[in-house]
């Protein structure tokens, strides 16, 4: 079992930046790929960035490529998401999630399928 708390989301002009966390429980964290989602109101839950358990591999979204940056510290349990130059489009609700799951591996960490554990999410509000 994982637990998963964001933190680091709030209210920002376009152009600026934030930084977003996720500590995780549990001494497995270093087993679990990990992913950040978004879901804008009145829009599906998608893909935004993922990292693999060492942190030697990422993959981001076209439209955030650039932009954010997904790091992780396994010795601090936490996933961390860097968001720069942001623009009103990004405003969403943010959601980091967690797997073991081989599939991840496979190809498909832009799938919300793949991931066991979630956090509850954190507001990201970007004004134009």
């Known amino acids: 079992q994982v637990q998963l708390v964001e933190s680091g989301g709030g209210l920002v002009q376009a152009g600026g930046s934030l930084r977003l966390s996720c500590a995780a429980s549990?001494?497995?964290?270093?087993?679990?790929?990990m992913g950040w989602f978004r879901q804008a109101p009145g829009k599906e839950r998608e893909f935004v960035a993922a990292?693999?358990?060492?942190?030697?591999?990422?993959y981001y979204a076209d439209s955030v490529k650039d932009r954010f940056t997904i790091s992780r510290d396994n010795a601090k349990n936490t996933v961390y998401l860097q968001m720069n130059s942001l623009k009103p489009e990004d405003t969403a609700v943010y959601y980091c999630?967690?797997?073991?799951?081989?599939?991840w591996g496979a190809g498909n960490y832009y799938y919300t399928a793949t991931y066991d554990y979630w956090g509850q999410g954190t507001q990201v509000t970007v004004s134009s």
């Open positions: 999630a967690a797997t073991t799951s081989w599939a």
């Open positions: 549990g001494r497995t964290f270093s087993r679990n790929a």
């Open positions: 990292i693999s358990r060492s942190g030697g591999s990422t």
